[in-house]
């Protein structure tokens, strides 16, 4: 990991949490932070929206962020059931994933619309967490890095600097099954996206690139030593501070 990008250790608690329960895990985690004043990494959790609010309430003042994990590319409007980034923002967010694999799958979501996501989070003053990742069948075809060449460069907004994205790697068949990557695959797409990076932006070597599938308490120390990773995008491993904090401990 180099010096001198900041880790950031982010949860993507997805379609999981009603509010008691999620405060309650929220609460451990922030008093196990509490114990690290000057901690060496960001600590997100990106909760359902419906309790965005009530999270950001409970971190206020801790080490801990708060982020979406979903943004409309508009304002506001006629969107029935859709969330935009000034509301993410107004509700206590400052993170906003844009095109996890799971949207781009289920919803159908384009390059040119993760990039008009990434582009609306900015304009909300969020920071964009934008995932890119290969399938199985690509990775098995041998085409892991076309694929992830092709999802960076079209996924990123004109506007995009080291300040306001973050890059999460997340190959698909990685998501929820337990496999990973090895640290020498995680190491040849991180160094990859990075010299994507160079070609788009100023400030390439700023950006933080995080890895993301089936990271837990039991493969994080390795996996975030691997080169050009600077922090981990975790799922599962998220929902349980007792779960969480080993991973984020790696970093701290
Ligand atoms: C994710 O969905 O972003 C993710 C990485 O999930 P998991 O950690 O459960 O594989």
Known sequence: M???RRPLIAGNWKMNGLAAAAATELKALVNEAKGHS???CDILICPPATLVREMATITEGSS??????DCHANESGAHTGDISAE???DAGACYCI?????RRADHDESNASVK???EAAHRGGLIAIVCVGETLAEREGDKTLDIISDQVRNSLPGGATASNTVIAYE???AIGTGKTPTPNDVAVVHAHIRKELGALMNDSDQVRVLYGGSVKGSNAEELMAVENVDG?????ASLKAVDFWPIVATSI
């Open 2 to 4: 180099s010096n001198q």
């Open 38 to 40: 000057a901690p060496n």
């Open 64 to 69: 801990v962020d708060i982020g979406g994990q």
């Open 87 to 89: 509301m993410l923002k």
């Open 98 to 102: 844009v095109g996890h694999s799971e």
């Open 116 to 118: 008009a996501k990434a």
């Open 171 to 173: 190959p698909v068949w």
């Open 232 to 236: 981990a995008l975790v799922g599962g």
